[in-house]
């Protein structure tokens, strides 16, 4: 058998500019998806926004359901991905706190993405729903650790920590529905949160005489 010609190496990851581009049309998608809704919204609409022609977006994509796809994995990968950041927070109540105030700043700055992540599920192909529930799970999970261990350590009663999981996911991440970037300020809305989750830390007392 001849020997094959040495040549140029096949590459098995992405270049940082495929990376890029594909970036810049998962973030358009979502500004698409999140101004005409999934069903109005096309690949013509992406297409414009970024000034290139349809067939150029299939370098990148097979469909617009796959972009939707994209969409929605970005969004639960980022929201693990900022799980990952606070692995060092040793203090469970700060580690708490500072996973609400994550939420709430993440959803605040990518309003597009997470309103097309709630408002566009049902338009989620069966397909991919399996993989991104199944990171959703792993999210869930690891919140009501999180909430687990401030519980065990007596900064909140006892409780269910996945109903709590559930609890603080849901007040974070409704900001979606309500925030506006002229009115609120996301560290404020993240302080009144905690607020609410962790009431406020007594001072020390004072040494006995």
Do not use: N
């Not at 994209?70 to 500072?98: G, K, N, V, Y």
């Not at 069966?126 to 350590?153: C, L, N, T």
């Amino acid at each position: 058998m001849p020997r094959r010609r040495p040549g140029r190496p096949r590459l098995t990851e992405p270049s940082p500019e495929y990376r890029q581009r594909l970036e810049e049309i998962i973030e358009t998608g979502a500004q698409v998806f999140h101004d005409r809704g999934y069903d109005a919204g096309s690949l013509d609409d992406v297409a414009a926004a970024l000034d290139l022609r349809k067939a150029s977006l299939y370098h990148y994509l097979r469909s617009k359901a796959q972009l939707l796809y994209f969409i929605f994995d970005r969004a639960i990968s980022l929201s693990l991905q900022r799980l990952d950041e606070m692995a060092d927070i040793a203090d469970p109540r700060e580690r708490l706190a500072t996973l609400i105030a994550h939420q709430v700043r993440m959803v605040a700055e990518e309003p597009s993405l997470f309103s097309v992540f709630f408002d566009q599920r049902p338009r989620l192909d069966d397909a991919f729903e399996a993989e991104i529930r199944q990171k959703e799970r792993a999210y869930v999970g690891r919140i009501a650790a999180i909430v687990q261990s401030a519980a065990d350590a007596g900064e909140l009663p006892p409780v269910d920590a996945r109903h709590a999981a559930h609890a603080v996911l849901g007040m974070t991440s409704w900001i979606y529905k309500w925030f506006d970037p002229v009115r609120d300020d996301p560290d404020r809305v993240a302080e009144t949160m905690t607020s609410l989750v962790l009431g406020q830390r007594p001072p020390p007392s004072a040494p006995s005489r």
